[in-house]
Structures are given as C-alpha cells and as structure tokens.
C-alpha cells in the first residue's frame, strides 16, 4: 500500500499478476462494514428471461423480437423504461401515458410467468456471499428493478437469505443515478455511506455511489461495457466475483 501523510488512505496497488484489470481509487482501512450490490448484471444473469417477456410484449404490438444482445442493452434504468424502450425502438417515437401503462401491464403479467426460466447466479457469487458474511460484512442489494420482481427473482434463486437489506426501484422517489437509494440502505443497516462499498455494472450505479458517496467496484461481467469510461469511474474494474474479495484482501482487511 501507498499510504498519504496528510490523509491517511490508502492507495490500493495489486501487482500485475492479480485478475483486476484496472484500479483508480482510494479506499479507507478498516472503516467498510457492508458490501450492497447491484442485482442484473452484477449477481444474475436475468438477460434470458427479460428478452422472453420482452418479445412476448413486442408479438402483442406485432413487432419482430429481438435478441439477448439488444435487451442487454436496454437494462438498467427500470421496468418502465425497458417496457418503452422495447416498444419506441419499433414505433420510432415516445409512448404516451396510457401506451406505456398497457404495455407495462402486459410485460409484467409475461414476466411474472418466466422470471425465472432461464434466469442464472453468475458463477462464485453464492460462495462470495458467504465469504464476506463470515467475515462480518454487512449485504444488501440495492435495484432499480422493481420489488416485486426482485423479490420473487432473489427467492427463486435461493439468494434471499444472504442480505440484511433490499432497496427496489419503486421504493423510493428517485431510482439510480440519484444517490437515495444507496443512502436509504445505509440508513436501514445503521452505517454512514462511506461505511460501505456498491458493486453494480453500470454507469447509473458508478454515478449513484460517488453521489452516495461510497466507494464503487465495476462488475466487469455485466451488461454495460462503457461503465468504466466516463467521467466518473469506479475504484477498480473486476472481471470475476472473486475480485471483490481481493480487493478487501489487498484494501482493507490488513
């Protein structure tokens, strides 16, 4: 580690050998006391079962499907706004209000029935759980997918147990990008924000988390490829789960 005389932190440096691809930030020793993740993208693969429910949207509206690739590509900001994006790629225009209510009624009934057909942990994630539970982290998840679909996808996939806290994206005024929710989880688990640590995928929780502000680790695996490339960039980018427990090996823990 590379310590600062007049702050205090340090800079975590991992030798080149080490599967983290990039690290640019700085982290504060022995002060993390909870881990909050992103869920799609980051601690599930639910691409398979949205494009499912997507196509079966765009047949009512006699649209073509489209493939897994471009429904990767529309996640992230919500139900409602996956809804219209699946519809106005077809249309060429915005829904107006009572479009996108029908279509959202529609996709939410279809989703329900296949949330979790095809739907998959990523690999190492219920091991990584369970590893930073022993050593006394605090977990959450913290979504803008909504409750009742978060609710129902982390049960079927029997991850439920694992978390302290969920923020959904209808449970609160402002979904990610604004800092809220993050925030509110940190309230629910008794911490300060900077307490705690966010993994997700996507620009909208890198840009959520410095808002927060905490600490942000990018899920390299995820479903947003140009995350680590804008102005606001994470603490480090990793490119498997088990980067998440080197870098409190290397950041924290000594």
């Known amino acids: 580690f590379n310590e600062s005389a007049t702050t205090g932190i340090y800079t975590v440096s991992l030798p080149d050998a080490l599967p983290m691809s990039r690290n640019v930030g700085r982290v504060g020793v022995n002060w993390v006391r909870a881990f909050l993740f992103d869920l799609d993208g980051t601690l599930v693969d639910s691409v398979p079962d949205l494009t499912t429910a997507v196509n079966q949207l765009r047949s009512v ?46 996709f939410v009934d279809y989703y329900q029935r296949s949330i979790c057909d095809r739907s998959t942990v990523y690999p190492g994630v219920l091991e ?5 539970s022993s050593r006394g982290y605090l977990l959450g998840v913290v979504t803008n997918k909504p409750r009742q679909f978060a609710e129902l996808l982390l049960a079927r996939l ?3 147990g694992h978390f302290d806290v969920l923020v959904a ?35 909208a ?27 606001l960039m994470p603490d480090a980018i990793l490119r498997d789960v088990w980067d998440v427990v080197l870098w409190v090996s290397q950041g924290i823990d000594r």
Request: hydrophobic letters at 40%.
């Open 158 to 160: 029997h991850l439920s």
């Open 169 to 203: 994206g209808d449970d609160l005024p402002n979904m990610k990008p604004h800092p809220a929710m993050l925030v509110h989880a940190c309230q629910t688990l008794g911490i300060l924000t900077g307490q705690a640590v966010f993994v997700g995928d996507s620009g």
């Open 205 to 231: 929780d890198v840009a959520a988390a410095r808002a927060a502000p905490m600490p942000v680790l990018l899920a390299g695996w995820g479903y947003d490829p140009t995350a680590g490339e804008g102005e």
């Open 128 to 132: 990584l759980l369970e590893n930073l």
């Open 61 to 106: 509206w006699r649209f073509e499907p489209v493939s897994e690739e471009q429904v990767r590509c529309w996640i992230g900001d919500g139900a409602h706004r996956l809804t219209e994006r699946a519809l106005s790629s077809a249309t060429g225009r915005l829904l107006t209000d009572a479009e996108l209510g029908q279509a959202y009624t529609v």
